[in-house]
């Protein structure tokens, strides 16, 4: 990231330049790489877990469950089929913010390693396809992998090894491509010779949204690889530094802002801002009011 903000995301607003001088200066907003938001970005469906300790009626406490399970929740979203006509999410759906922000979260409620398996309830997605009449289609739309690698196919994305190359040779990234994505899967034999044996070559020309996550996996995990970080890095601070009032662009730090924490410190991490909004402390002083009736964090209307 250093490294894009010293370059000025140079790439980034070259590829808007020649963006515009293709579309004779129609763009509206910021034009943003496909690359970026077809491939890239979409890391994050790798992360999500099928369940979550996601407050006291869903968590260890058993209120209701031990865990709220990722088509719950979907359930309880627009269109899901579980919210009521008054259009109100019920009470016992609030999410327990302190469970989720800061250091100390287990598991169960922390964001999956960044690899290339999606938690099962990504490939029956409850709320997508409903409406196919073709069981193709319908299986097609309910998968997110699926849809994923469809839409690289479709807007005709380069191999994450084509780009990987196309990025080296610009001096944007420094390693070498992973010529074959299968020596990646010592660990996952059948995804290895899957990979491998595909007649269209997947382990040599790999999609790059499973390119990028690939990479990531091959790293532990827990960060992107070079390719995907630079795809976002440069995305990312392209876009604020093309914005003269963002908070890059005018060099501002939290310690400027006149909005303070109650022990006057600067608000300067997602916690503090959380805390600064009450978001967390309501549910906290909620959860330790109603201990006595069963430990239900119950905020929310």
């Keep these: 990231m250093n490294r894009v903000i010293q370059d000025r995301a140079s790439h980034f607003f070259k590829f808007r330049a020649e963006f515009d001088s293709?579309?004779?200066?129609?763009?509206?907003?910021?034009?943003?790489?496909?690359?970026?938001?077809?491939?890239?970005?979409?890391?994050?469906?790798?992360?999500?877990?099928?369940?979550?300790?996601?407050n006291k009626n869903f968590g260890p406490e058993a209120g209701f469950a031990p865990r709220a399970t990722l088509?719950?929740?979907?359930?309880?979203?627009?269109?899901?089929?579980?919210?009521?006509?008054?259009?109100?999410?019920?009470?016992?759906?609030?999410?327990?913010?302190?469970r989720f922000v800061g250091d100390s979260a287990?598991?169960?409620?922390?964001?999956?390693?960044?690899?290339?398996?999606l938690a099962p309830p990504l490939n029956q997605m409850v709320k997508e396809g409903n409406d196919e009449t073709d069981p193709q289609l319908k299986a097609l739309f309910k998968s997110l992998a699926r849809r994923n690698l469809r839409r690289g196919y479709n807007l005709r994305l380069p191999t994450g090894q084509a780009l990987h190359s196309h990025l080296r040779q610009t001096g944007a990234v420094q390693s070498a491509p992973i010529a074959d994505i299968s020596t990646v899967f010592g660990s996952k034999p059948q995804l290895r010779d899957f990979l491998r044996n595909s007649q269209s070559k997947f382990s040599e020309r790999t999609p790059?949204?499973?390119?990028?996550?690939?990479?990531?996996?091959?790293?532990?995990?827990n960060r992107l690889g070079e390719v995907g970080s630079f795809l976002i890095a440069s995305t990312f601070i392209g876009v604020l530094l093309a914005d003269p009032d963002s908070a890059l662009s005018r060099g501002f730090h939290p310690d400027q802002s006149p909005l303070r924490m109650h022990d006057n410190t600067s608000i300067d991490s997602i916690a503090k801002w959380m805390r600064f909004a009450?978001?967390?402390?309501?549910?906290?002083?909620?959860?330790?009011?109603?201990?006595?009736?069963?430990?239900r964090c119950t905020r929310g209307g």
């Design 106 to 117: 287990p598991p169960p409620r922390v964001a999956r390693k960044i690899d290339t398996a």
């Design 208 to 221: 790059l949204w499973f390119y990028v996550l690939a990479e990531a996996e091959s790293g532990g995990g």
């Design 71 to 98: 088509d719950q929740l979907f359930q309880f979203t627009g269109g899901g089929g579980a919210i009521d006509t008054s259009k109100r999410l019920p009470k016992i759906w609030v999410i327990d913010w302190t």
């Design 22 to 54: 293709r579309r004779q200066n129609t763009r509206l907003g910021n034009a943003l790489p496909l690359e970026f938001s077809v491939a890239a970005y979409r890391f994050g469906h790798s992360m999500v877990r099928g369940a979550y300790d996601f």
């Design 278 to 295: 009450s978001v967390m402390e309501q549910c906290m002083e909620l959860t330790t009011s109603l201990a006595r009736e069963g430990g």
